[in-house]
């Protein structure tokens, strides 16, 4: 079946610098790839998106990494501010259109 | 441009009872997705509506129904209700064009069941 997994659930960094999240998934059909974040008390916020013919894609201070060969995915996040603080989710998209979601990673952002 | 909106925000049931949970997508969008997510998980898909039928459906108990009316906006029902069904319930639309993956999230309501 598939699964979404991240490797670290908490993530600490000092304000200004990069951060890195990391996801590995498991359906190697999966096609479309997409980072939200979550803030306390909120519903999953849209960052970026990949699809599955793409390596790499940037957004403002946030760019996403694709490697199909080992089925991994990671955020970049530059200059990162203490609005930045907030559960990361990776998600895959299988078949029609629905979501599979990891656990999270939780990002702290130290003034 | 309104974004996805669910009410209540906060709901208190008791055991065996029925919820009735809405949602209301995003200008333009014409499928509507239901998740379920427990305290420190990511959301688990419960089902998704397209033109008012069901199109998908996650690993949930037929408890858990929905409905779409013809402006889109949706309903998801929950019977006899457990203390596990205690969740943020989440709604996302999406355009329902191969294009239109993206789906985006309203705030959730508060579901807790004692």
């Known amino acids: 079946g598939e699964s979404v997994g991240l490797h670290l659930p908490t993530l600490s960094v000092q304000e200004g610098d990069n951060s890195i999240i990391n996801c590995a998934y498991s359906?190697?059909?999966?096609?479309?790839f997409i980072w939200y974040k979550q803030e306390s008390g909120k519903g999953p916020q849209f960052i970026i998106d990949?699809?599955?013919?793409?390596d790499k894609r940037q957004g403002q201070r946030v760019t996403v990494l694709l490697n199909k060969t080992v089925k991994h995915l990671s955020l970049q996040i530059a200059a990162t501010q203490p609005g930045d603080s907030a559960v990361y989710f990776c998600?895959?998209?299988?078949?029609?259109?629905?979501?599979?979601f990891g656990t999270g990673t939780r990002l702290t952002v130290i003034p | 441009d309104a974004g996805v909106t669910q009410s209540p925000t906060h709901l208190i049931k008791t055991r065996g009872q029925q919820v009735t949970l809405r949602c209301s997508p995003k200008?333009?969008?014409?499928?509507v997705s239901w998740y379920q997510q427990a305290l420190g998980q990511g959301p688990q898909f419960i089902f998704q509506?397209?033109?008012?039928?069901?199109?998908q459906r996650g690993n949930f108990p037929d408890r858990f129904s929905g409905h779409q009316f013809p402006n889109y906006s949706s309903e998801l029902n929950v019977n006899a209700l457990l203390l596990g069904d205690s969740a943020l319930y989440l709604c996302?639309?999406?355009?329902?064009?191969?294009?239109?993956?993206?789906?985006?999230f309203g705030p959730g309501t508060r579901l807790t069941v004692l």
């Open positions: 996302a639309s999406s355009d329902g064009t191969a294009n239109g993956d993206t789906q985006y």
């Open positions: 359906n190697s059909a999966s096609d479309y």
């Open positions: 990949i699809r599955s013919n793409m």
């Open positions: 998600a895959e998209i299988s078949g029609a259109n629905n979501l599979f």
């Open positions: 200008s333009g969008h014409d499928t």
């Open positions: 509506y397209y033109e008012e039928e069901e199109r």
